[in-house]
């Protein structure tokens, strides 16, 4: 009975620690897909909707299976992630996610008129426009947010944890 009390949950979350090769694509665990996405979409072509608290600005990214792909590099690149961040994604219904930045510290990403850098191109696509200025603000935000000495949460992941998609 529990059980299904978490399969309706309202807003269902998993969260992903991004590692090397993350900007290409980011898979969603398998148990989150079998529960709250699978067969609510089109097989082999689907596109979900990703919104920040960081931007105005709706993603569109294609669902190829359980990955994000076209479309996610713009995403994570426009919210400077990077290798140890995690994201946490809260689906909010049909193919809506909000997604929440945290640092390496898991202590959620503080950034700075974001919005104001992003345009739109024809294609709907969203790039980022990045300056000299953009990237010392960037890394001046991120330095002051991932102090080491003000860690939130701290976890081990290893590759066993990422074979069966649970922190243990």
């Not at 709250?36 to 569109?60: P, Q």
Request: proline share 4%.
């Amino acid at each position: 009975m529990e059980e299904n009390a978490s399969a309706s949950s309202p807003n269902p979350q998993f969260f992903q620690p991004l590692l090397p090769g993350f900007h290409s694509h980011l898979s969603i665990p398998i148990e989150f897909f079998s529960k709250h996405i699978k067969g609510t979409t089109n097989e082999g072509y689907a596109v979900v909707k990703l919104r920040s608290d960081a931007s105005d600005i709706t993603w569109e990214v294609k669902l190829d299976g359980r990955r994000l792909t076209q479309g996610w590099q713009n995403f994570a690149t426009s919210h400077d992630l990077r290798v140890g961040d995690v994201v946490v994604f809260r689906h909010d219904g049909d193919s809506l996610f909000h997604v929440t930045c945290l640092g390496p510290s898991c202590c959620e990403i503080q950034y700075q008129d974001v919005a104001d850098d992003v345009i739109q191109t024809s294609s709907d696509s969203y790039f980022k426009v990045e300056t000299d200025s953009d990237s010392e603000k960037y890394q001046q935000t991120r330095e002051e947010g991932s102090s080491s000495d003000e860690s939130c949460f701290v976890a081990r992941v290893t590759e066993s944890n990422l074979r069966k998609d649970a922190m243990v």
